[in-house]
């Protein structure tokens, strides 16, 4: 056992490294579960959630891995285009979570093969 506070990860805000030292450990056990079914909120997206926006097509939606991973093509809206509006662009790959009760498109990159 240390005698020293163990030093908070860099990646943490002020406020809250300076906050969460002064919480009891009840609140904090209370604070640990909590941010367990914040994150499992966040990474649970379901497939209702999932829209695709004007001139997009989704193809799949993947809710097997801890995240929500979803392929679709998408129009690129440009009249010259040869593609669309009837191929589109893609598949693409994005993992979509949520942040601030918004859902956050992460693009992984065109879809091989
Ligand atoms: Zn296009």
């Known amino acids: 056992m240390s005698s020293e506070l163990p030093t908070a990860p860099d990646s943490l805000p002020k406020y809250i490294v300076e906050g969460i030292p002064k919480q009891s450990n009840e609140s904090l056990r209370d604070l640990q579960a909590w941010i367990d079914q914040l994150i499992e909120y966040r990474e649970a997206v379901s497939a209702e959630d999932i829209e695709a926006d004007d001139g997009e097509e989704i193809e799949e939606v993947d809710e097997s891995g801890?995240?929500?991973?979803?392929?679709?093509?998408?129009?690129?809206?440009?009249?010259?285009?040869?593609?669309?509006?009837?191929t589109k662009h893609g598949p693409y790959r994005y993992e979509v979570s949520r942040q601030g009760g918004k859902l956050v498109w992460d693009y992984k990159g065109p879809v091989e093969g």
């Open 66 to 86: 801890g995240t929500t991973t979803v392929i679709k093509r998408v129009d690129c809206g440009k009249d010259a285009c040869t593609k669309c509006p009837e």
